[in-house]
């Protein structure tokens, strides 16, 4: 097994640098947050229609082997600088899969080490989502094409004589995307839009109706990013348009299901505008 948390690897192999040892409640299902409302005048409890889960706290205990104590108090200074501002991006290889997750250390313990090459930490952390997610899956369309048919009356009695079929013309292209979800909970889909919208865009989860609607022009070389989650909108990465998003649709793809999404414009386009819609299988 092997952990990177913010970037430094914890190796369960590792014969120099940092050796894992555990890793504990990784895999734990967190609580519920509902309590049991017992019947007052009849047998058993009310029954919670949804269960939400409380946030995950796991921890690890981890030892860096080295060559000098130097390099011992190094390696801890760079795991500290690494971990020390704001959520991190914890990764967890096993034998089966990788999965991660957004987590908060809330805290450190280094025990003494006397001088030696080798020093042993623990660290606490606090996961506020507490769902894993698998590695992220993509796929991409672009706006709806119609296909050119066969027109009639065409003037042809028959099959074409050099092929010996009618010719239906060129097919369309609907400008939609299926993505599927092979997790155990419910996965919140990622949208990118890239090309020339003078209007902006639209786009509908068809199985529900639901609707994302961002009334802002996408421009040449420039792109906008959706996440449905927290319904922001994020132009080249740096500037907040989430007020110009007139539809938030809550999108989601359930657990070991599916969910097509269509792309239109909202007015005038050139180039070839694109739809990228992005989602990381979730696991409880």
Known sequence: MQVVV?????????????????????????????????????????V?????????????????????????????????????????????TDAVATSSRQASVRGIE?????GRSELTVSIDFVAFDPARYGPQFCVSTGLPVAGTGLQFPSGVLGPDSATGFFDWGTPGDPGQVTVTNVGSADAF????????????????????GNRVRLDWPVVLGSQVAVDVKS????????????????????????AV????YQFASLGASSGAPSLQVCVAPAYL
């Open 6 to 46: 913010g970037g430094v690897v914890l190796d369960g192999a590792a014969s120099s640098g940092w050796l894992l040892q555990d890793l504990l409640d990784w895999y734990r299902l967190p609580e519920v947050k509902s309590g049991i409302t017992e019947r007052p005048i009849a047998d058993g409890a009310f």
């Open 189 to 208: 889909p990622l949208i990118t839009v890239t090309g020339v919208l003078n209007s902006g865009f639209e786009v509908v989860e068809t199985q529900t």
């Open 48 to 92: 919670n229609r949804r269960e939400l889960r409380r946030s995950l706290q796991f921890s690890l205990t981890a030892t860096y082997l080295g060559e000098s104590e130097a390099e011992a108090v190094l390696a801890l200074q760079a795991l500290r600088a690494a971990t020390a501002r704001g959520p991190v991006a914890v990764t967890v």
């Open 257 to 260: 299901g599916s969910r097509t």
């Open 110 to 114: 280094a025990r003494d080490h006397h």
């Open 231 to 254: 319904s922001r909108a994020i132009v080249d990465g740096q500037g907040d348009v989430s007020a110009y998003l007139t539809m938030q649709g809550r999108f989601s793809v359930p």
